[in-house]
């Protein structure tokens, strides 16, 4: 999926995901006591995970391929209330450069890349955290080809197993990662009883 893809999806009347935040990325969010931190949103889209994360009083970056999809997401923001710390950048996800020890949060939210990127690309959010930073996703799994939601990629290689998780991210101290079978209702293209895949990780060393 290209950025004519994206730009077409994210041109669309109504919000692609809705407006409402991910559950699982609002529910591991405000479960942290301090809120001042870095935040990176890769693949961010229309910003709905950015803007609820800057509400929370976090310094957001957010990446994304379109430039549609970041300027939809900047609009909104300005009809938040209060001030927001959202830096928009037109970006690849897959060749932004992350740094090392500069994030305390990123968060990879249905980013689903083909598995030689997505391998290269988690290597480099686990040296980009901080110590005591954490890494936040949440993608459709394998077994998600077998229900009737939808939404993902109906392409088993892009999709990201529980296995996989805990071996990429066997460095980090994984304080959820699993499975889930539940409901989604995320706009137009995020619906239904689907299975996804879960993470919540900190980098402890």
Same mark, same amino acid.
């Given at each position: 999926m290209?950025?004519?893809f994206?730009?077409?999806?994210?041109?669309?009347?109504?919000?692609?995901?809705?407006a409402?935040p991910?559950?699982?990325v609002k529910?591991?969010?405000?479960?942290?006591a301090?809120?001042?931190?870095?935040?990176?949103?890769?693949?961010?889209?229309?910003?709905r995970n950015?803007?609820?994360?800057?509400s929370l =009083?976090?310094? *957001?970056?957010?990446?994304?391929? @379109?430039?549609?999809g970041?300027? #939809?997401m900047m609009? !909104?923001?300005?009809?938040?209330?209060?001030?927001?710390s959202?830096?928009?950048?037109?970006?690849?996800?897959?060749?932004y450069?992350?740094?090392?020890?500069?994030?305390?949060?990123?968060?990879?939210?249905?980013l689903?890349?083909?598995?030689a990127?997505?391998?290269?690309?988690?290597?480099?959010?686990?040296?980009g955290?901080?110590?005591?930073?954490?890494?936040i996703?949440e993608?459709?799994?394998?077994?998600?080809l077998?229900m009737p939601g939808?939404? =993902?990629?109906? *392409?088993?290689?892009l999709?990201? @197993?529980?296995e996989e998780l805990? #071996?990429?991210?066997? !460095?980090?101290?994984?304080e959820?990662?699993r499975?889930?079978?539940?409901?989604?209702?995320?706009?137009?293209?995020?619906?239904g009883?689907s299975?996804?895949?879960?993470l919540?990780?900190?980098k402890?060393?």
């Amino acid at each position: 999926m290209n950025k004519e893809f994206w730009d077409n999806r994210y041109s669309e009347r109504e919000l692609a995901y809705g407006a409402a935040p991910n559950e699982f990325v609002k529910e591991s969010l405000v479960s942290v006591a301090q809120r001042t931190f870095s935040l990176l949103d890769l693949g961010s889209g229309q910003g709905r995970n950015s803007i609820f994360a800057a509400s929370l =009083g976090y310094h *957001v970056t957010a990446v994304d391929l @379109s430039q549609i999809g970041l300027s #939809t997401m900047m609009k !909104s923001k300005t009809t938040s209330a209060g001030q927001l710390s959202i830096a928009p950048i037109a970006h690849d996800v897959t060749t932004y450069d992350l740094g090392e020890k500069k994030w305390d949060v990123v968060l990879m939210v249905f980013l689903h890349l083909p598995l030689a990127q997505r391998t290269e690309l988690f290597r480099r959010v686990i040296r980009g955290l901080r110590f005591g930073g954490k890494v936040i996703m949440e993608a459709y799994a394998p077994r998600h080809l077998e229900m009737p939601g939808k939404g =993902g990629p109906p *392409v088993r290689d892009l999709l990201i @197993s529980e296995e996989e998780l805990r #071996t990429t991210f066997q !460095s980090l101290n994984l304080e959820i990662c699993r499975e889930v079978s539940h409901l989604i209702d995320e706009g137009p293209y995020h619906q239904g009883q689907s299975v996804t895949t879960q993470l919540c990780a900190r980098k402890s060393s």
